[in-house]
C-alpha cells in the first residue's frame, strides 16, 4: 500500500469514531416504541383486508 492510502485509512477510521448519531442517546426508546408501534399498526392494517375475505 502506498503512503496516501495508509493515511486515507487512518482519516477513515477517525471518522468512523466521530460520526454524529442519527437519534440522539436521550430520545433512542421513545424512537423505538414509536417506531415499533407505526410498524405494527402497518402489520395490522395489512392484515385486515386478508383475515376479512
Not at 477513515?12 to 448519531?21: L, S, V, Y
Not at 392494517?45 to 386478508?50: A, F, L, S
Request: with cysteine; net charge negative; hydrophobic share 50%.
Amino acid at each position: 500500500m502506498s503512503e496516501l492510502s495508509i493515511k486515507q485509512l487512518d482519516n477513515d477510521r477517525q471518522a468512523i469514531g466521530n460520526r454524529i448519531p442519527v437519534v440522539p442517546r436521550e430520545l433512542l426508546i421513545p424512537f423505538i416504541l414509536l417506531t415499533s408501534c407505526f410498524a405494527l399498526w402497518g402489520l395490522a392494517n395489512n392484515m385486515t383486508d386478508v383475515l376479512i375475505a
